[in-house]
């Protein structure tokens, strides 16, 4: 059983930049692929960014490509989600994921945090 705890949320403005993390206790950190995902009011869960379990591979959506980076640090059990140039469609809460292998789909995730909200004014 993995624990995932999220923290780093906050409100900024339009054009900052925002570093989310993740701490993971109990199972083997180093196992689990892991993943970013969002939900925005009145949307569905939206697949933010991945790496693999070997930190070798990196996945993005469309959205956040070339402006978010997802990096991982087995020693201190920690995802992180580095978030530049934030604008207001990057409001939402932001959830972390674990699984054995990562995918866009949220439903493969057996592992949850309980959300962080970044909020983005313009």
């Known amino acids: 059983q993995v624990q995932l705890v999220e923290s780093g949320g906050g409100l900024v403005q339009a054009g900052d930049s925002l570093r989310l993390s993740c701490v993971a206790s109990g199972g083997t950190f180093s196992a689990y692929g892991l993943a970013w995902f969002r939900r925005a009011p009145g949307k569905e869960r939206e697949y933010v960014a991945g790496?693999?379990?070997?930190?070798?591979?990196?996945y993005y959506g469309n959205s956040v490509k070339g402006r978010f980076t997802i990096s991982r640090d087995d020693a201190a059990k920690t995802v992180y989600l580095q978030m530049d140039s934030l604008n207001s469609e990057d409001t939402a809460v932001y959830y972390c994921?674990?699984?054995?292998?990562?995918?866009?789909?949220?439903?493969?995730?057996?592992?949850w945090g309980q959300g962080t909200q970044v909020t983005v004014s313009s």
């Open positions: 994921a674990a699984a054995p292998i990562i995918t866009t789909n949220s439903e493969n995730y057996p592992y």
């Open positions: 790496v693999t379990l070997t930190g070798g591979t990196t």
